[in-house]
């Protein structure tokens, strides 16, 4: 014999339902998937909500935290695939390398982003580590040290002298982007030149001179759209974003 946990009365064994008080055993089904479901929300708002409070060094020190996890288990995978296939030390080489110089990178940009010299520094100085390791990798072929360092040093500038200039400038619209389109004909010229000296022994520019030359037009074009407008227009402002 059945009988109804809500009122008590009798039930016959085909009813799925009591005829007094509609009670139904689906309903305790959905009012337990239901609680079961709003026991986990919490849960998660709680996360989200922990996350929120962080401050912006302990947002970063995280991310700082998670990158090296997955950096350096990334470098302890390579390592040992490499030595139980290769019985040694051979491509991991190349993957531990980028991994410690990405980690340099991260730990700079985390804890030293608003000192400028700092991390523009130590950013050039691990990446041109990178280069001149895998120049030695290679039997000192000479292109990270002849060729890539030279750029990366010019590049490194340019970003730098940008940056200074972003800075002092009081006013952000389309000067930043002119100023942009001004520094990738800068770079284009230097890098002409670099490649040329390294391929044929001299400086000849060719490819370079022609992206700056098309990049001053459209610089002027920039510079003149952003002092015509009124004084303090940023673009988010002028595109109503």
């Known amino acids: 014999m059945i009988i109804c946990p809500q009122c008590g009365v009798e039930l016959d064994e085909k009813m799925h339902e009591c005829p007094l008080c509609n009670y139904s055993g689906s309903d305790e089904q959905v009012k337990s998937t239901e609680s079961s479901k709003s026991q986990g ?7 989200l909500t922990d996350f929120e409070n962080l401050t912006r060094y302990q947002k970063r020190k995280l991310f700082w935290e998670l990158s090296n996890v997955i950096l350096f288990s990334g470098i302890l995978v ?4 490499d030595l139980v296939i290769a019985n ?6 190349y993957s531990i390398t980028v991994c410690l110089v990405l980690f ?3 730990t700079l940009f985390s804890f030293w982003r608003h000192q400028l010299m700092i991390l523009l520094g130590g950013s050039f100085l691990s990446t041109s580590l990178l280069l001149v390791l895998l120049d030695l990798y290679n039997e000192k072929i000479g292109w990270g040290t002849q060729l890539g360092i030279p750029i990366l ?3 490194y500038l ?3 002298l940008l940056t200074i200039i972003f800075r002092i400038t009081k006013q952000h619209g389309f000067n930043i982007l002119g ?3 001004l520094a990738t004909g800068v770079l284009a010229l230097i890098t002409d030149g670099i490649l040329s000296r390294y391929l044929t022994g001299k400086i000849s520019i060719h490819w370079g001179l022609i992206v700056f030359i098309s990049m001053v037009p459209i610089t002027a074009i920039l510079f003149h759209i952003h002092y015509r407008l009124n004084r303090g227009v940023d673009l988010r402002r002028f595109f109503h974003i």
């Not at 929300?41 to 996360?47: A, G, S």
């Not at 040694?88 to 080489?93: A, M």
């Open 179 to 181: 100023c942009f389109f």
């Open 41 to 47: 929300y919490p849960q998660k708002t709680k996360i």
């Open 158 to 160: 340019i970003i730098l």
């Open 78 to 81: 390579t390592l040992i695939i």
């Open 88 to 93: 040694g030390i051979t491509w991991s080489k």
């Open 153 to 155: 040093f010019s590049l």
């Open 104 to 106: 340099a990178n991260i």
